[in-house]
């Protein structure tokens, strides 16, 4: 006003911006090990089952789909993000045991404990093992099974006995 002047200034602190953005991973198997977490900006704080720190434990979540979250702060400014991450069981592959078998028997049906994978072998068709196929020995028979990101598999040794002739050669006559 008039021959006064005044003038005034302040300073305006402006934080720059964060982003929580999760990378995205998995599937994982429960066997699987733990994985480091990454966002697109470091620093923030990570929470779920199967979190500590910033690594994720497929075992310690467990089988499911678990939500993991990522927040980060930087001054005034904060973010955000939520991803699920699955976890598959681990199929069991052990493979039931087969009793020694003659190489006439009718075949046999071949059973695991996790049912739906594949078996392989020497005298196996699907899920049957035929000895006379087989023939006599031992043959090595595998069992592979797939559950999502899981996979295990298993052997077993199948003994095939050689047919036996139990034929008396005539003898005789005798005194």
Known sequence: NGACAATDSTEVHVDSTVLATIDPQGPFCESDAAIILTA???GGTWSGPGVSGD???PASAGS??????YDITNGACADSDTEV???DAAPDPTIDPVSDLCEDEAA???NAAT???TWSGT???GDQ???TTAGPGDHIITYDVTNGACTASDNITIHVDSIVDATIDPQGPFC
């Not at 499911?64 to 979250?69: A, D, K, N, Q, R």
């Open 40 to 42: 697109a900006d470091n």
């Open 55 to 57: 690594s994720f434990d």
């Open 64 to 69: 499911g789909s678990h939500t993991i979250t």
């Open 85 to 87: 991450l699955d976890v």
């Open 108 to 110: 046999i049906t071949l």
């Open 115 to 117: 049912a739906g994978g």
């Open 123 to 125: 005298g196996v068709s």
């Open 129 to 131: 093992f035929d000895p």
